[in-house]
């Protein structure tokens, strides 16, 4: 079955810098698009960033732009999110979808960002 496991979130404080994970299984990993969403407290899910199977082509949320940099290796089966210059404001559930017909979600990595 589909499963896609993200790590690598934690607490940070400003400024800095976490790398997130996903592990996929369950599908031919380079046929998906890969994407990184957020959820912030009482919000809604929203897009971060996405990148396509090749990876040749990577899209971002405006306010992430020049600080995230989503990657993926298809070879490990495994997409990342790089953040850098992490604020308050990017405190959320990040979750890793695959959209191969279907959108498959992780269960989500925790980022916290606080002085």
């Known amino acids: 079955q589909v499963q896609l496991v993200e790590s690598g979130g934690g607490l940070v404080q400003p400024g800095g810098s976490l790398r997130l994970s996903c592990l996929a299984s369950?599908?031919?990993?380079?046929?998906?698009?890969m994407s990184w969403y957020r959820q912030a407290p009482g919000k809604e899910r929203e897009l971060v960033a996405v990148?396509?199977?090749?990876?040749?082509?990577?899209n971002y949320a405006d306010h992430v732009k020049g600080r995230f940099t989503i990657s993926r290796d298809n070879a490990k089966n495994m997409a990342y999110l790089q953040m850098n210059s992490l604020k308050p404001e990017n405190t959320a559930v990040y979750f890793c979808?695959?959209?191969?017909?279907?959108?498959?979600w992780g269960q989500g990595t925790q980022v916290a960002v606080s002085s």
């Open positions: 990148i396509t199977s090749s990876g040749d082509t990577t």
């Open positions: 369950g599908f031919t990993f380079n046929r998906a698009t």
């Open positions: 979808k695959a959209r191969i017909g279907y959108d498959y």
